[in-house]
Every structure is written in structure tokens, then in C-alpha cells.
Nanobody
């Protein structure tokens, strides 16, 4: 599975962005997907994850209520809708894939995509 994240950019605090992660391969629908971010000097954090069916989602406390992840298996794409953005959300965001959503959340996916930069100005 090859992954490519897009949709990052510069936004003012309180604004919104939607990230997309396009996957190659016919087996995309079998994989749980996760969104990770890493800011300079900080540890990588799983901010959201979604099971292969979309029935199960996970959000880090830091983004709960502001971020929403979803997927369209027919389009081999997973999304991260980010609302009420804060300067603390500034980071490089990556998408990642693994069969089990728990393994994704634990930070051990099998596949990583290239990141997209999100910058939130105050």
C-alpha cells in the first residue's frame, strides 16, 4: 500500500482544513488508517484512526471534538477534517495503514505516507 497525504497549508487560528490520504492498491479497504502528527521537538502523536469499515474511530484528547476522520473505500481515500484549529496543531501530518486499528493507534502501522505540513497562525 502506498499512501500520499495532501491538503495541508497555512490557516489562521479558528480556521479549518481537510486533509486527504490517497492510497494505491486494491486492498485499501482491508486496512485501518491513522493520522499522525509531529511537531518540532515533540513526539509523534496519533491524532485519529479509523477501522477498515469506518465503524470504529479514535481521537486523541487533544483533538477530540475538533477533528473528524472518515473514509471512502471506493475512492481509496481517507480524510481528516480539522476544525477550530489552534497554533498547537501546527505539525507535519502523516497518514498510515495497518490491518488492526489498535496497532495503528499504538503507533506501529505497516505503511506510512509522506507528510503534509499544517501551519496555524495565531
Amino acid at each position: 500500500v502506498q499512501l500520499q497525504a495532501s491538503g495541508g497549508g497555512l490557516v489562521q487560528a479558528g480556521g479549518s482544513l481537510r486533509l486527504s490520504c490517497a492510497a494505491s492498491g486494491r486492498t485499501f479497504g482491508r486496512y485501518a488508517m491513522g493520522w499522525f502528527r509531529q511537531a518540532p521537538g515533540k513526539e509523534r502523536e496519533c491524532v485519529a484512526a479509523i477501522s477498515w469499515s469506518g465503524d470504529t474511530t479514535y481521537y486523541a484528547d487533544s483533538v477530540k471534538g475538533r477533528f473528524t476522520t472518515s473514509r471512502d473505500n471506493a475512492k481509496n481515500t481517507v480524510y481528516l477534517q480539522m476544525n477550530s484549529l489552534e497554533p498547537e496543531d501546527t505539525a507535519i501530518y502523516h497518514c498510515a495503514a495497518q490491518i488492526r486499528v489498535a496497532t495503528v493507534i499504538a503507533g506501529n502501522p505497516d505503511y506510512w505516507g509522506q507528510g503534509t505540513q499544517v501551519t496555524v497562525s495565531s
